[in-house]
């Protein structure tokens, strides 16, 4: 194939909770698709977020995080990660290299069951693979590396590239491996593309990405965000824009589902309080998103035990595994 030719295809992004799956995917896209906490488990639904440059075209599958699946909700979390895997024409590994390191500096194994768990995965699925060795920014030299020594003879196959996903060292030397692997073909979508993913979708995620950040406990995990209503409404008055009409104001109606009464009383707060702090950061970015001006209203019910219901969890998008 020549070095010239341009290629396009599917990169599954997989790794442990909290490796920065989703902080490498907004720093590819240069744009906020993916939401991000410092809480392991964000990821829920397996994002797509689409790099397009002259020689390339990446479809970046997000997808959260391989872990011992307890609940129904969980084990529906790691059978979409396991699946990307299998349908892409590649994967990336992305290890959080802080992690090993503070475990690597206590004398404990850097290829843990849990991590060899995923070793295993890219085995068995018989695509090519890179390793992303992430948060290198935390990490001392010496101690990344035996890092990238155990995951080279671990994955022989598949070079380890050192990246700081939320700095951004490393991600051209990634991006360039990606490329590698991936067959000679034309774009998949067009170039102004950057998701396939709907407004709707993303609304109702960066919504949860504000529980995730502002509640605590247990509470984030116990909630779900269902969009009831979104819709334009136009602006009298306001210029045409490019398409011969300006976009109006975009009216949103979200309801958070928790499990328990107690949850409920958590996510409104005091007076309301918490309930108006989630909305009004939450409307900063959706305004931000939309392009536009926006009315979000947002509900809490209580629905028990909506983690382990088959129906609600493919209501928003998780197959039950």
């Given at each position: 194939m020549?070095?010239?030719a ?7 992004l ?7 799956k ?8 240069g744009e ?5 906490s410092p809480?392991?488990?964000t990821?829920?639904n397996?994002?797509?977020?689409i790099h397009?440059r002259p020689?390339?075209?990446?479809v970046?599958?997000d ?8 609940t129904?909700?969980n084990r ?6 396991r699946?990307a ?10 290890f ?7 475990q690597h500096?206590?004398?404990k194994?850097i290829l843990h069951?849990g991590i060899?768990a ?18 290198i920014d935390l990490?001392?030299k010496p101690?990344l590396?035996p ?12 070079p ?9 060292d490393?991600?051209d ?7 590698e ?10 170039a102004d593309?950057?998701?396939t993913?709907?407004?709707r979708?993303v609304?109702?995620e960066?919504i949860?990405?504000?529980?995730f950040r502002l509640?605590?406990q247990e509470?984030?995990y116990?909630t ?5 209503r979104?819709e334009?409404e136009?602006l009298?008055g306001?210029?045409a824009g490019?398409?011969g009409?300006?976009r109006g104001r ?5 309801r958070?589902?928790?499990?328990r009464?107690s949850q409920?009383?958590i996510?409104?707060?005091?007076g309301g309080?918490m309930?108006?702090?989630?909305g ?5 970015e959706?305004?931000?998103?939309l392009g ?10 209580v629905k028990p035990?909506w983690s382990?219901?088959p129906r609600?969890l ?6 039950e595994g």
């Amino acid at each position: 194939m020549p070095e010239d030719a341009h290629r396009s295809g599917v990169v599954a992004l997989v790794g442990r909770p909290n490796a920065g799956k989703s902080t490498l995917l907004n720093r590819v896209l240069g744009e906020k698709l993916a939401i991000t906490s410092p809480r392991p488990q964000t990821t829920r639904n397996r994002i797509v977020g689409i790099h397009t440059r002259p020689d390339m075209q990446v479809v970046l599958l997000d997808t959260p995080g391989i872990h011992e699946p307890g609940t129904p909700l969980n084990r529906a979390m790691v059978r979409l990660a396991r699946t990307a895997v299998t349908e892409a024409d590649a994967a990336c590994w992305v290890f959080d290299a802080e992690r090993a390191a503070r475990q690597h500096a206590r004398g404990k194994p850097i290829l843990h069951p849990g991590i060899e768990a995923i070793a295993r995965l890219l085995d068995e699925a018989g695509v090519p693979s890179v390793v992303a060795a992430n948060k290198i920014d935390l990490v001392k030299k010496p101690l990344l590396l035996p890092i990238i020594d155990a995951l080279s003879k671990r994955l022989p196959a598949s070079p380890v590239i050192p990246i700081s996903a939320l700095a951004g060292d490393g991600v051209d030397a990634l991006l360039a491996a990606w490329r590698e692997r991936l067959p000679e073909g034309p774009p998949l979508y067009p170039a102004d593309h950057l998701t396939t993913q709907s407004e709707r979708f993303v609304v109702a995620e960066l919504i949860r990405e504000k529980i995730f950040r502002l509640t605590r406990q247990e509470v984030p995990y116990a909630t779900a965000v269902v969009i009831e209503r979104f819709e334009e409404e136009p602006l009298p008055g306001e210029p045409a824009g490019e398409g011969g009409e300006a976009r109006g104001r975009v009216v949103i109606f979200a309801r958070i589902l928790v499990e328990r009464p107690s949850q409920k009383g958590i996510v409104i707060g005091k007076g309301g309080r918490m309930l108006k702090r989630i909305g009004t950061e939450a409307r900063r970015e959706i305004m931000a998103l939309l392009g536009t001006r926006v009315h979000l209203d947002l509900h809490v019910s209580v629905k028990p035990r909506w983690s382990s219901d088959p129906r609600m969890l493919r209501e928003l998008g998780i197959e039950e595994g």
